[in-house]
Protein backbone atom coordinates (compact mmCIF):
# COMPACT_ATOMS: atom_id res chain seq x y z
CA UNK A 1 0.00 0.00 0.00
CA UNK A 2 1.14 3.48 -0.89
CA UNK A 3 2.03 5.36 2.48
CA UNK A 4 1.19 9.07 2.54
CA UNK A 5 3.32 12.11 4.89
CA UNK A 6 3.39 15.14 6.19
CA UNK A 7 6.84 16.79 6.10
CA UNK A 8 8.24 19.69 7.81
CA UNK A 9 10.68 22.16 5.82
CA UNK A 10 12.24 25.28 7.18
CA UNK A 11 13.10 28.75 5.18
CA UNK A 12 14.07 31.86 5.12
CA UNK A 13 11.22 33.88 6.08
CA UNK A 14 11.25 35.55 2.54
CA UNK A 15 11.67 31.61 0.59
CA UNK A 16 8.80 30.20 2.31
CA UNK A 17 6.08 30.52 -0.50
CA UNK A 18 8.90 30.09 -3.24
CA UNK A 19 9.50 27.07 -1.97
CA UNK A 20 5.98 25.83 -1.62
CA UNK A 21 5.63 26.80 -5.03
CA UNK A 22 8.49 24.49 -6.32
CA UNK A 23 6.69 21.66 -4.17
CA UNK A 24 3.92 21.59 -5.81
CA UNK A 25 5.10 22.78 -9.59
CA UNK A 26 7.32 20.22 -9.18
CA UNK A 27 4.61 17.45 -7.85
CA UNK A 28 6.81 16.69 -5.07
CA UNK A 29 4.02 17.13 -2.60
CA UNK A 30 0.34 17.63 -3.41
CA UNK A 31 -0.38 20.76 -1.39
CA UNK A 32 1.60 22.84 0.98
CA UNK A 33 0.58 25.10 3.74
CA UNK A 34 3.05 27.55 5.18
CA UNK A 35 3.49 29.34 8.21
CA UNK A 36 4.45 32.57 7.46
CA UNK A 37 6.51 33.27 10.56
CA UNK A 38 8.04 30.84 13.53
CA UNK A 39 10.83 31.95 16.03
CA UNK A 40 13.34 29.49 15.81
CA UNK A 41 16.18 28.53 18.52
CA UNK A 42 18.97 25.95 17.65
CA UNK A 43 22.75 25.07 17.95
CA UNK A 44 24.97 26.21 15.26
CA UNK A 45 28.87 25.65 15.15
CA UNK A 46 28.62 25.60 19.32
CA UNK A 47 26.42 29.17 19.65
CA UNK A 48 22.90 29.15 20.49
CA UNK A 49 21.13 30.82 17.15
CA UNK A 50 17.59 33.01 16.70
CA UNK A 51 15.99 33.28 13.32
CA UNK A 52 12.87 34.34 12.31
CA UNK A 53 11.61 31.21 9.96
CA UNK A 54 9.01 30.08 7.75
CA UNK A 55 7.66 26.67 8.48
CA UNK A 56 6.23 24.72 5.38
CA UNK A 57 3.72 21.52 6.24
CA UNK A 58 3.65 19.71 2.97
CA UNK A 59 1.31 16.42 2.24
CA UNK A 60 3.25 13.99 -0.29
CA UNK A 61 3.50 10.20 -0.86
CA UNK A 62 6.09 8.30 0.43
CA UNK A 63 7.15 7.30 -2.94
CA UNK A 64 7.74 11.11 -4.03
CA UNK A 65 10.06 11.28 -0.33
CA UNK A 66 13.64 10.63 -1.95
CA UNK A 67 13.51 13.18 -4.44
CA UNK A 68 11.58 16.29 -2.58
CA UNK A 69 14.89 15.83 -0.24
CA UNK A 70 17.12 15.94 -3.39
CA UNK A 71 15.64 18.70 -5.12
CA UNK A 72 14.76 20.32 -1.80
CA UNK A 73 17.93 20.25 -0.78
CA UNK A 74 19.53 21.91 -4.31
CA UNK A 75 17.11 24.59 -4.68
CA UNK A 76 17.16 25.87 -0.49
CA UNK A 77 19.97 28.46 0.83
CA UNK A 78 21.05 26.61 3.70
CA UNK A 79 23.59 24.01 3.77
CA UNK A 80 21.88 21.17 5.59
CA UNK A 81 18.00 21.99 5.48
CA UNK A 82 15.45 20.72 7.74
CA UNK A 83 13.46 17.93 6.12
CA UNK A 84 11.98 15.59 8.45
CA UNK A 85 8.78 13.55 7.35
CA UNK A 86 6.31 11.86 10.27
CA UNK A 87 4.25 9.27 8.90
CA UNK A 88 0.38 9.17 8.42
CA UNK A 89 -1.50 7.16 10.50
CA UNK A 90 -5.21 7.40 8.77
CA UNK A 91 -7.32 10.30 7.03
CA UNK A 92 -10.32 11.18 5.16
CA UNK A 93 -9.72 8.07 2.36
CA UNK A 94 -11.35 10.48 -0.47
CA UNK A 95 -8.11 13.11 0.69
CA UNK A 96 -5.61 10.67 0.94
CA UNK A 97 -6.53 9.38 -2.82
CA UNK A 98 -6.36 12.93 -3.78
CA UNK A 99 -2.68 13.14 -2.65
CA UNK A 100 -1.32 10.06 -4.40
CA UNK A 101 -3.93 11.55 -8.21
CA UNK A 102 -2.14 14.53 -7.88
CA UNK A 103 1.54 13.74 -7.79
CA UNK A 104 0.95 11.12 -10.62
CA UNK B 1 -3.79 0.24 24.80
CA UNK B 2 -5.43 3.13 23.74
CA UNK B 3 -3.70 5.29 21.14
CA UNK B 4 -3.96 8.99 20.62
CA UNK B 5 -3.29 10.75 17.64
CA UNK B 6 -2.65 14.47 16.21
CA UNK B 7 -4.89 14.90 13.46
CA UNK B 8 -4.32 18.49 11.57
CA UNK B 9 -7.38 19.54 9.01
CA UNK B 10 -7.30 23.15 7.06
CA UNK B 11 -10.71 25.12 6.74
CA UNK B 12 -11.16 28.20 5.47
CA UNK B 13 -9.91 31.51 7.63
CA UNK B 14 -13.39 32.22 8.96
CA UNK B 15 -13.92 29.05 9.78
CA UNK B 16 -11.17 27.75 11.90
CA UNK B 17 -12.43 28.24 15.34
CA UNK B 18 -16.22 27.51 14.62
CA UNK B 19 -14.98 24.00 13.36
CA UNK B 20 -12.33 23.84 16.54
CA UNK B 21 -15.55 24.86 18.85
CA UNK B 22 -17.14 21.98 17.27
CA UNK B 23 -14.72 19.47 17.13
CA UNK B 24 -14.76 20.08 20.80
CA UNK B 25 -17.99 20.61 22.00
CA UNK B 26 -18.94 17.24 20.24
CA UNK B 27 -15.99 15.09 21.97
CA UNK B 28 -14.18 14.44 18.85
CA UNK B 29 -11.37 16.07 20.22
CA UNK B 30 -10.05 17.00 23.39
CA UNK B 31 -7.85 19.97 22.42
CA UNK B 32 -7.72 21.82 19.38
CA UNK B 33 -4.90 24.49 18.40
CA UNK B 34 -6.16 26.88 15.58
CA UNK B 35 -2.79 28.21 13.73
CA UNK B 36 -5.11 31.47 12.00
CA UNK B 37 -3.71 32.05 8.80
CA UNK B 38 -1.57 29.62 6.69
CA UNK B 39 -0.81 30.12 2.90
CA UNK B 40 -1.90 26.93 0.92
CA UNK B 41 -0.06 25.64 -2.31
CA UNK B 42 -1.75 22.81 -4.00
CA UNK B 43 -2.76 21.43 -7.63
CA UNK B 44 -6.75 21.12 -8.30
CA UNK B 45 -8.24 20.19 -11.20
CA UNK B 46 -5.35 20.48 -13.30
CA UNK B 47 -3.89 23.59 -11.76
CA UNK B 48 -2.05 25.53 -8.89
CA UNK B 49 -4.30 27.16 -6.48
CA UNK B 50 -3.69 29.43 -3.85
CA UNK B 51 -5.38 29.98 -0.61
CA UNK B 52 -5.70 31.73 3.12
CA UNK B 53 -6.49 28.86 5.26
CA UNK B 54 -7.03 28.04 8.87
CA UNK B 55 -4.55 24.89 10.26
CA UNK B 56 -6.43 22.92 12.99
CA UNK B 57 -4.31 20.86 15.39
CA UNK B 58 -6.37 18.66 17.05
CA UNK B 59 -5.46 16.02 19.87
CA UNK B 60 -7.74 13.10 20.31
CA UNK B 61 -7.71 9.53 21.01
CA UNK B 62 -7.79 6.56 17.70
CA UNK B 63 -11.29 5.34 18.79
CA UNK B 64 -12.92 8.54 17.77
CA UNK B 65 -10.79 9.11 14.48
CA UNK B 66 -13.74 7.50 12.12
CA UNK B 67 -16.40 9.67 13.94
CA UNK B 68 -14.28 13.07 13.68
CA UNK B 69 -13.74 12.15 9.50
CA UNK B 70 -17.54 11.43 9.64
CA UNK B 71 -18.76 14.34 11.40
CA UNK B 72 -15.99 17.13 9.95
CA UNK B 73 -17.24 16.15 6.89
CA UNK B 74 -20.47 16.56 7.14
CA UNK B 75 -19.81 20.00 8.92
CA UNK B 76 -16.93 21.28 6.50
CA UNK B 77 -17.54 23.72 3.58
CA UNK B 78 -15.14 21.46 0.78
CA UNK B 79 -15.83 18.83 -1.19
CA UNK B 80 -12.65 17.02 0.63
CA UNK B 81 -11.31 18.18 2.99
CA UNK B 82 -8.04 17.37 4.44
CA UNK B 83 -8.38 15.61 7.36
CA UNK B 84 -4.57 13.70 8.19
CA UNK B 85 -3.76 11.61 11.48
CA UNK B 86 -0.28 11.52 13.11
CA UNK B 87 0.45 8.89 15.32
CA UNK B 88 1.38 10.27 19.23
CA UNK B 89 4.71 8.15 20.43
CA UNK B 90 4.92 9.03 23.42
CA UNK B 91 3.82 12.03 25.84
CA UNK B 92 3.32 13.40 29.13
CA UNK B 93 1.53 10.69 30.58
CA UNK B 94 -0.56 12.86 32.73
CA UNK B 95 -1.96 14.76 29.21
CA UNK B 96 -2.27 11.80 27.24
CA UNK B 97 -4.45 10.40 30.03
CA UNK B 98 -6.33 13.77 30.23
CA UNK B 99 -6.87 13.42 26.38
CA UNK B 100 -8.66 10.37 27.41
CA UNK B 101 -10.80 11.52 29.95
CA UNK B 102 -12.00 14.80 28.14
CA UNK B 103 -13.48 12.39 25.05
CA UNK B 104 -15.94 10.38 27.85
CA UNK C 1 19.48 2.41 15.51
CA UNK C 2 19.12 6.29 17.21
CA UNK C 3 15.39 7.61 16.98
CA UNK C 4 14.37 11.09 16.35
CA UNK C 5 10.91 12.90 17.40
CA UNK C 6 9.03 16.23 16.50
CA UNK C 7 7.34 17.25 19.74
CA UNK C 8 5.00 19.45 20.08
CA UNK C 9 4.33 21.92 23.89
CA UNK C 10 1.96 24.64 23.99
CA UNK C 11 2.77 27.50 26.22
CA UNK C 12 1.39 30.95 27.55
CA UNK C 13 2.20 33.37 24.62
CA UNK C 14 4.56 35.11 26.98
CA UNK C 15 6.61 31.99 28.03
CA UNK C 16 7.41 30.56 24.22
CA UNK C 17 10.46 31.87 23.51
CA UNK C 18 11.74 31.63 26.85
CA UNK C 19 10.90 27.31 27.09
CA UNK C 20 12.29 26.90 23.48
CA UNK C 21 15.31 28.65 25.13
CA UNK C 22 15.29 26.53 28.20
CA UNK C 23 14.92 23.23 25.74
CA UNK C 24 17.87 24.10 23.62
CA UNK C 25 20.06 25.77 25.98
CA UNK C 26 20.16 21.92 28.69
CA UNK C 27 20.59 20.04 25.21
CA UNK C 28 16.79 18.89 25.86
CA UNK C 29 16.20 19.53 21.91
CA UNK C 30 18.35 20.56 19.14
CA UNK C 31 16.06 23.09 17.46
CA UNK C 32 12.72 24.42 18.63
CA UNK C 33 10.24 26.57 16.33
CA UNK C 34 7.74 28.77 17.68
CA UNK C 35 4.47 29.37 16.23
CA UNK C 36 3.75 32.73 18.27
CA UNK C 37 0.27 32.84 18.75
CA UNK C 38 -2.72 29.58 18.33
CA UNK C 39 -6.21 29.76 19.12
CA UNK C 40 -7.02 26.84 21.30
CA UNK C 41 -10.23 25.31 22.54
CA UNK C 42 -10.02 22.58 25.26
CA UNK C 43 -12.09 21.06 27.89
CA UNK C 44 -11.56 21.70 31.77
CA UNK C 45 -13.08 20.41 34.73
CA UNK C 46 -16.39 20.24 32.72
CA UNK C 47 -15.75 23.67 30.94
CA UNK C 48 -14.78 24.61 27.46
CA UNK C 49 -12.30 26.91 27.57
CA UNK C 50 -10.32 29.38 24.95
CA UNK C 51 -6.94 30.78 24.97
CA UNK C 52 -4.01 32.07 22.96
CA UNK C 53 -0.85 29.97 23.10
CA UNK C 54 1.92 29.71 21.61
CA UNK C 55 3.27 26.29 19.64
CA UNK C 56 6.30 24.82 20.25
CA UNK C 57 7.68 22.30 17.63
CA UNK C 58 10.58 20.82 19.30
CA UNK C 59 13.29 18.55 17.31
CA UNK C 60 14.71 16.06 19.18
CA UNK C 61 16.42 12.48 19.93
CA UNK C 62 14.17 9.70 21.34
CA UNK C 63 17.00 9.11 24.26
CA UNK C 64 16.95 12.99 25.09
CA UNK C 65 12.49 12.24 25.83
CA UNK C 66 12.26 11.38 29.08
CA UNK C 67 14.43 14.18 30.43
CA UNK C 68 12.46 16.21 28.15
CA UNK C 69 9.30 15.45 29.54
CA UNK C 70 10.91 16.09 33.43
CA UNK C 71 12.52 19.31 32.35
CA UNK C 72 9.52 20.92 30.71
CA UNK C 73 7.03 19.74 33.49
CA UNK C 74 9.17 21.64 36.04
CA UNK C 75 9.77 24.35 33.87
CA UNK C 76 6.04 25.32 32.31
CA UNK C 77 3.73 26.92 34.42
CA UNK C 78 0.78 24.79 33.62
CA UNK C 79 -0.46 21.83 35.97
CA UNK C 80 -0.79 19.13 32.75
CA UNK C 81 1.09 20.66 29.92
CA UNK C 82 0.97 19.44 26.47
CA UNK C 83 3.84 17.81 25.24
CA UNK C 84 3.24 14.82 22.37
CA UNK C 85 6.05 13.55 20.51
CA UNK C 86 5.45 12.05 17.03
CA UNK C 87 7.83 9.88 15.28
CA UNK C 88 9.98 11.01 12.89
CA UNK C 89 9.69 8.52 9.97
CA UNK C 90 12.62 9.72 7.52
CA UNK C 91 14.37 13.10 6.62
CA UNK C 92 17.59 14.72 5.33
CA UNK C 93 20.11 12.58 6.78
CA UNK C 94 22.65 15.66 7.26
CA UNK C 95 19.89 16.82 9.64
CA UNK C 96 18.83 13.96 11.40
CA UNK C 97 22.70 13.36 11.88
CA UNK C 98 22.81 16.96 13.12
CA UNK C 99 19.92 16.66 15.80
CA UNK C 100 22.03 13.88 16.97
CA UNK C 101 25.47 16.09 17.26
CA UNK C 102 23.53 19.08 18.71
CA UNK C 103 22.49 16.95 21.83
CA UNK C 104 25.89 15.65 22.82
Known amino acids: MEGYLVVLITTPTEKG ?3 ANFIVQNKLGA ?23 S ?3 V ?3 SRKFNELVDRVKEAH ?4 PEIVALPIFAGNPD ?3 WIGESLE
Open 17 to 19: EEL
Open 55 to 57: LLV
Open 31 to 53: CVNVIPEVKSTYWWKGNIERDRE
Open 77 to 80: PYTV
Open 59 to 61: KTS
Open 95 to 97: YLN
